[in-house]
Each structure stands twice: as structure tokens, then as C-alpha cells.
């Protein structure tokens, strides 16, 4: 399995394509496809039919679509630009460090 430098909850900012500048939250990381799914970027609309027996109401929805990781950038939570992403051995636990100002982003989960 594919390992990226970007995670859940993790803010990010895209760098290319039609929503070019947008920051927002990783909902959802697809590590084997390199993809992730970010709130308000990439909003494309699915038909929904009706089902009353899950209280499914039909129509027109809208909802995230996947991005590609090389689409966005991590924006560091201390100096709040983006950035890329070096890693750093702090005793036996493994961190991620911004490249811009050297602060620690988050511990990387094992």
C-alpha cells in the first residue's frame, strides 16, 4: 500500500486545475489510487433516485469528487502557507515537518 504525506483532517490548498487556490479539509485519503477527497473542492452533481425505503429522497445531489495528491499542497498549520512535507524521527515516533518554517505539522501514524 501506497504511503502519502497528506492526511485525514489535514488542510490542504489546491495548486492546479479549475478550483485553483481553494484551501480545505481532507475528508477522505484513497492512498492506492494517490487521490484524496477535499471539502468544497471539486463539487460535481449525481442524480439520486428515489428510495422510500431508506428515506432516500430523489433529485439532483452535489458532492466531492477525488483529487489527485500531486493537485494540492499540505498548508502548515504554524506559518499557514503551503508546503511540502519532510519527515523526522523525534525518539521512535515519526513526524512530519514543514519545509517552509521547520515546525513540526503532526506525529505520522503508523
Do not use: W, Y
Request: net charge positive; hydrophobic share 35%.
Amino acid at each position: 500500500m501506497a504511503s502519502l504525506n497528506i492526511q485525514r483532517n489535514d488542510t490542504v490548498e489546491v495548486i492546479s486545475g479549475s478550483d485553483r487556490g481553494k484551501k480545505g479539509r481532507v475528508l477522505r485519503v484513497f492512498p492506492d489510487e494517490s487521490r484524496l477527497l477535499v471539502e468544497h473542492v471539486r463539487v460535481v452533481k449525481k442524480h439520486l433516485r428515489q428510495n422510500p425505503q431508506r428515506r432516500i429522497q430523489g433529485g439532483i445531489a452535489e458532492q466531492e469528487a477525488p483529487v489527485h495528491v500531486s493537485n494540492v499542497m499540505l498548508v502548515c498549520p504554524s506559518c499557514n502557507q503551503p508546503t511540502r512535507v519532510a519527515h523526522k524521527f523525534e525518539g521512535d515516533l515519526k513526524v512530519r515537518v514543514c519545509k517552509r518554517c521547520g515546525g513540526t505539522i503532526a506525529a505520522k501514524k503508523k
